[in-house]
């Protein structure tokens, strides 16, 4: 039997991995999934606590979403969504309007989150101009938030480390403001800030405001109350197009099939992927506002002047039908709705018994928990222990305790958790106990124990 992992490390270049890590000798060699644990070709099993990467909404090893793909590969594999449509492709947009809010009804579907994003930069920039707006093209986002690596959605992605090898190569439209983070109700200057950058540039030049429910980046960001509304507000004011990327907190993440509802919200559009299919096939989308199609189309413009070849595929989208079909029968969004709170209480028992963590963000299906040195001595990391932690050193210990979370350094040392969506308490358990692990190994090698 050929050796897999050392054919990996001859021919296969992996993403977002150094070459030291990559070539190492215990380097995973995933081998199958079932539910919410997978299992790599030594026999070790893991606890999927990211949902592969925020996507297996549904958990892995699902039989009927690998019939539902063979079936129409059988009766018909492919045909483009250009001039032409097909069932998949159609029952998955008419199945995505009525669950998306207000009148979000019409959906332009790719293979991935960063197409998503690029698909959305180029609506809004193309309704600008067929709505006689020509100056409109700069695009606000946010500090620290992940849109994606191609490179206008890497433009507009606010983490230093993704874009800077490639600054020379991305567009000068595009203006960052604060997160929510550390935000409150009461000030909401983050929102303010995009109002400040607005008029700052000059409204007439501003065509988009980009920002995820819950960001991501920084460690589950969750806005104040009143954030949404206000983005709302500012953008309808000076003629921005708002869109929500839900690339991660889309199909359930958050309870709900779109995190905008959960906030109460209807943006002109919505950017998915991921958990759509559940991550079974790739499939991406942005969800548009029917009467800026419209515009678009009444235009001389008269076209959404954008596409591709996999775009609408007919068996990603098939998936995605049978995806949402699983979710809407075996009750998901009530599922996480009636479990998050257990969730979030088992991250806060955590924050509770262990000193080295600051404190634990999020909702729903999706948490992050910040370590520091000593939160009784109010003391940080110091520059070797989050070069020691982020370097490896928590990599280690998750693996070690057999639980796939991410170690995340943008702009805190971090652990994020975004389980499979079909999580009971007793998997939550699970990943309690195994964090614990985890914090008690970093609680050692932060007392000199390495
Ligand atoms: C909010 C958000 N937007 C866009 C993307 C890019 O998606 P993809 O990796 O499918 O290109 C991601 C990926 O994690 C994301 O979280």
């Not at 949902?51 to 129409?72: E, I, M, S, Y």
């Not at 947009?93 to 579907?109: H, K, Q, R, Y």
């Not at 890497?154 to 439209?173: A, E, H, I, N, S």
């Not at 109002?195 to 007439?204: F, K, N, V, Y």
Request: aromatic share 8%.
């Amino acid at each position: 039997m050929s050796d897999l992992r050392a054919d990996a490390q001859a021919h296969v270049v992996p993403h977002f991995t150094k070459g030291a890590a990559w070539n190492s000798d215990d380097m995973m060699v995933m081998d199958r999934g079932e539910g919410c644990y997978v299992w790599d070709t030594d026999g070790n099993k893991y606890l999927d606590g990211l949902a592969g990467l925020f996507c297996t909404n549904l958990g892995h090893g699902r039989a009927d979403l690998a019939a539902v793909a063979a079936k129409q590969m059988e009766k018909l594999a492919f045909y483009p969504n250009w001039g032409t449509t097909h069932e998949p492709v159609t029952r998955a947009a008419t199945m995505i309007a009525e669950v998306a809010p207000g009148d979000l009804s019409d959906t332009f579907f790719v293979s991935s989150g960063s197409e998503a994003v690029e698909s959305a930069l180029k609506f809004a920039r193309n309704f600008h101009v067929a709505n006689g707006e020509d100056s409109r093209y700069k695009v606000i986002s946010r500090d620290w938030s992940y849109h994606g690596t191609t490179l206008a959605a890497l433009t507009v992605t606010g983490v230093p480390k993704f874009r800077k090898t490639f600054l020379p190569m991305l567009w000068d439209g595009v203006r960052n403001v604060p997160t929510t983070y550390g935000d409150t109700a009461d000030t909401l200057t983050s929102a303010a800030a995009v109002e400040e950058m607005i008029l700052a540039e000059g409204p007439e030049t501003v065509a988009l405001v980009i920002a995820e429910p819950v960001q991501n980046g920084r460690g589950c960001v969750v806005p104040p109350e009143g954030y949404w509304q206000e983005l709302r507000r500012i953008c309808d004011k000076y003629g921005v197009l708002l869109c929500a990327d839900e690339v991660i907190c889309s199909f359930g993440r958050l309870g709900r099939f779109f995190g905008s509802e959960r906030f109460g919200v209807v943006p002109d559009m919505i950017t998915f992927a991921k958990g759509v299919t559940s991550a079974y096939l790739p499939l991406g989308g942005v969800i548009v506002r029917r009467p800026l199609l419209e515009t678009i189309w009444d235009s001389e413009v008269a076209l959404y002047n954008h596409g591709s070849t996999f775009g609408g595929h007919p068996v990603s989208t098939a998936v995605a039908v049978a995806n949402m079909q699983a979710m809407h029968d075996e009750g998901i969004m009530e599922h996480v709705r009636a479990n998050e709170g257990y969730f979030a209480a088992g991250m806060e028992s955590l924050v509770e018994r262990f000193d080295v963590l600051r404190e634990k963000r999020g909702t729903g299906y999706f948490y992050a928990l910040e370590l520091m040195g000593s939160r009784a001595e109010d003391r940080d990391l110091n520059d070797e222990e989050v070069a020691g932690l982020q370097g490896g050193g928590l990599a280690r210990m998750v693996r070690d305790a057999g639980l796939l979370i991410r170690p995340d350094d943008r702009g805190a040392t971090m652990l994020t958790y975004s389980p499979p969506l079909v999580a009971d308490r007793e998997v939550i358990d699970d990943i309690i106990n195994r964090s614990e692990q985890v914090l008690t190994r970093a609680t050692a090698w932060l007392a000199g124990d390495r």
